[in-house]
């Protein structure tokens, strides 16, 4: 049947299972939005306040389903508008295509109006981009896009439309939906490589990373530090693979981790890694990480190994592959006095912050959170403190059920995320986390909610200052606050009634769970709840950058 490009477009994104698409028409588009216009009943488009939002919505969608997101910009500004989404979904290894459209193919290269060379400027963030030249090229060009987002090592990549392609018109031959069948050739040898270290460690902990998420392979690290008796800390990327509540959980390992988690590494005598990649934010200083160790890597990209720190031993395969089949190759083990000494540092170690009713501290507003939220609520968080004591106070015991921007640390990314994974489960509770930083980036995203009456509640940690880069500015620059308090005067209760929505403002515990409660049962749009907290609180316990467990700061 031949169609234009347009209509090959949203054929082949159907085809590749695409029910949503969050976006932003403009002129170069102009043909696809006529062709999603006439297929609406196939692919609902959602309309964002701005394109980053749209980038940030499909990564959110992607994170909550584990499915490829997608979004859609005009040429220009709009394209451009997209970057900072793509980079935040690349860093954390999420699978998403955006497509966006072009100047004519006879106008590029003449610095026409609304011309970039958006391919060129995506290149370090994407796994790969392509320019379509020919209509011809059009549908197999979407479907290598969807197949190179999925496999392997996940990750965003571009399609760029010229406007012409949109309209041209060749033969359309209908394809499959790309399937991802990969396996990696894990040997024998290795195996029981692996095997026999885990057998002769004495201090074994494993460190697992959002590897593990992404090929959903927490039932079999489970299994393993079950039957081999290995507690296991793992990075924000991986909150809920395992419920901290499992008693082999040691929590959040790192800058910010427990304490007892960066003390099990610090002794360890193997550390085992799956699905991580020894960023700056867990080895802090990567000449003294685990320096008694030995270290055996699992990753599936092989550019990871050996990047950041030498191992002693690497796998290159998936988490799940991997696991399942190292599983039968380990014999049952146990390590009472490791985990006899672990938990003395749980007991002594770990940070306990205080309880104070009368107002709102970090610690004790999640808590009230979670015990109102339930374990089926989604999270989404953006960046800063809130992010990190989300973080580690989280009670997420489900996979893809907290979602944040770890590598790239964008602020303004939980708004967007949040609508993504409402969209993907509209019956869900989803929870944005943010602070009154951040929330300024994005907040125009609030009237997309109230359009499409999204139930998301926000909590606003309002502390009137840049948190984050406050504290560090108290802790290694003196107190010199250089432009981090913000002296804001934004009513956040007004801002929400102005776009639509509702808001409300605590103080205190006692209203902060009045609050949510109304917001609860408030399911026909979006709830702010303004928390006003002091701008002294940190994030404790810290290791600074470059430090070691030696240099940390728990008061």
Same mark, same amino acid.
């Given at each position: ?5 347009s209509?090959i ?44 939002g749209a ?18 910009a ?30 004519g ?29 020919h ?28 406007k ?8 359309y ?5 790309v399937?991802?069948?990969e ?7 290795q195996?029981?490589t692996?095997?026999a ?20 392979a927490g039932a ?9 008796d290995?507690?296991s ?9 395992i419920?901290?509540?499992e ?5 959040l390992?790192?800058?910010?981790g427990?304490?007892?988690a ?8 193997l ?7 020894f960023s ?8 003294r990480f ?14 990871e190994?050996n ?25 049952p083990?146990g ?6 000494q ?31 939220i ?14 990190l ?22 602020? @303004?990314? %939980? #708004?967007g $995320?949040?609508?993504? =994974? ?5 019956? *869900?509770?989803?929870?944005?986390i ?25 909590i ?14 108290t ?11 913000l ?13 639509? @929505?509702? %808001? #409300?403002? $605590?103080t205190?515990? =006692?209203?902060?769970?009045?609050a949510? *409660?109304?917001a ?9 709840i303004e928390?006003?907290?002091d ?14 467990i030696?240099?940390l700061?728990?008061d």
């Amino acid at each position: 049947m031949v169609k234009n490009g347009s209509e090959i477009l949203v054929e082949a994104l159907v085809e590749q299972g695409v029910d949503t698409i969050f976006g932003y028409p403009g002129g170069s588009v102009l043909n696809i939005y006529d062709a999603l216009y006439k297929n609406s009943d196939r692919i609902r488009h959602i309309l964002t306040a701005h394109e980053q939002g749209a980038a940030h919505a499909a990564d959110g969608y992607a994170r909550a389903t584990g499915r490829v997101g997608v979004c859609l910009a005009t040429s220009g500004p709009g394209a451009t508008n997209l970057v900072t989404g793509i980079a935040t979904a690349y860093m954390d290894s999420i699978p998403m295509v955006a497509i966006t459209g072009n100047v004519g193919t006879s106008l590029i290269g003449r610095d026409s109006f609304q011309e970039v060379y958006i391919a060129g400027i995506t290149m370090p963030i994407t796994k790969h981009n392509f320019v379509v030249r020919h209509v011809e090229e059009l549908a197999d060009t979407i479907r290598s896009a969807f197949r190179i987002a999925a496999s392997g090592r996940p990750g965003p990549v571009l399609v760029d439309i010229p406007k012409d392609v949109t309209a041209a018109e060749c033969e359309y031959i209908p394809g499959e939906k790309v399937e991802i069948h990969e396996t990696y050739d894990v040997t024998e040898e290795q195996l029981k490589t692996v095997a026999a270290m885990i057998a002769q460690a004495e201090r074994p902990v494993i460190y697992y990373g959002g590897g593990v998420e992404t090929a959903d392979a927490g039932a079999a690290l489970l299994e393993l530090m079950r039957k081999a008796d290995i507690p296991s800390a793992h990075t924000m990327m991986a909150i809920g693979c395992i419920p901290d509540t499992e008693p082999l959980s040691l929590g959040l390992v790192g800058m910010h981790g427990t304490v007892s988690a960066d003390w099990a590494v610090e002794r360890s005598d193997l550390l085992l890694c799956i699905g991580a990649r020894f960023s700056d934010r867990v080895a802090t200083n990567t000449s003294r990480f685990a320096p008694r160790a030995k270290l055996v890597h699992i990753d599936i990209d092989a550019a990871e190994i050996n990047k950041n720190i030498g191992v002693d031993y690497s796998v290159v395969s998936d988490a799940e592959n991997f696991l399942t089949k190292l599983l039968p190759y380990v014999q049952p083990a146990g390590h009472d006095q490791w985990r006899a000494q672990i938990a003395e540092w749980q007991r002594t170690l770990d940070y306990v912050p205080k309880d104070d009713d009368s107002v709102i501290h970090p610690h004790q507003l999640l808590r009230t959170l979670y015990d109102m939220i339930g374990d089926d609520a989604i999270v989404a968080t953006d960046v800063g403190q809130h992010q990190l004591w989300s973080a580690q106070y989280n009670r997420c015991t489900r996979v893809r059920h907290f979602l944040t921007s770890g590598g790239l640390g964008t602020m @303004g990314f %939980g #708004y967007g $995320a949040a609508m993504g =994974a409402q969209f993907a489960f509209p019956d *869900k509770t989803v929870i944005h986390i943010t602070g009154d930083g951040s929330f300024h980036m994005n907040l125009n995203e609030l009237c997309t909610a109230v359009t499409y009456e999204l139930p998301i509640i926000t909590i606003i940690m309002n502390n009137n200052v840049l948190g984050n880069v406050r504290q560090w500015q108290t802790m290694f620059y003196e107190k010199r606050y250089s432009q981090t308090d913000l002296y804001r005067k934004t009513d956040y209760i007004k801002l929400a009634e102005a776009f639509g @929505g509702r %808001g #409300y403002r $605590a103080t205190n515990i =006692a209203e902060l769970r009045a609050a949510l *409660k109304a917001a609860l049962e408030h399911r026909s749009g979006p709830v702010l709840i303004e928390c006003t907290i002091d701008k002294d609180e940190r994030v404790l316990p810290m290791i600074p950058a470059g430090g070691t467990i030696d240099d940390l700061v728990a008061d």
